[in-house]
């Protein structure tokens, strides 16, 4: 099941030291312009990975999919809602880009 970004958070630690997580971003139509950053808090998502989706019909990325799957120990990636209903990326730290 995926847990969803709250509405008064920008920042997400995510605890991968258990288990593979999943954080579902908020519909772009009601979040144009937001940035949101994702991390993994916990320097264990190379073990358990995080996946992040977007809502519905929204993308996220390449414009064409719907979700990513991050592995990288510390890794941190900063979306941003833009046009289209696409969840863009701004910055993302943690070596080659998962795709």
Known sequence: ?????????????????GSSRTIELPP????????ITIMDGTYTAATSNVIIQAS??????????????????GFSVTFM?????????????GGNFPG
């Open 1 to 17: 099941m995926a847990t969803p970004v709250p509405e008064n958070q920008s920042i997400i630690l995510i605890d991968t030291s």
């Open 28 to 35: 772009v139509s009601s979040s144009l312009g937001r940035l």
């Open 56 to 73: 519905g019909s929204d993308t996220l990325l390449d414009f064409t999919s719907t979700s990513n799957i991050f592995s990288t120990n």
């Open 81 to 93: 809602a833009g046009p289209s209903n696409n969840w863009n990326v701004v910055n993302y730290f």
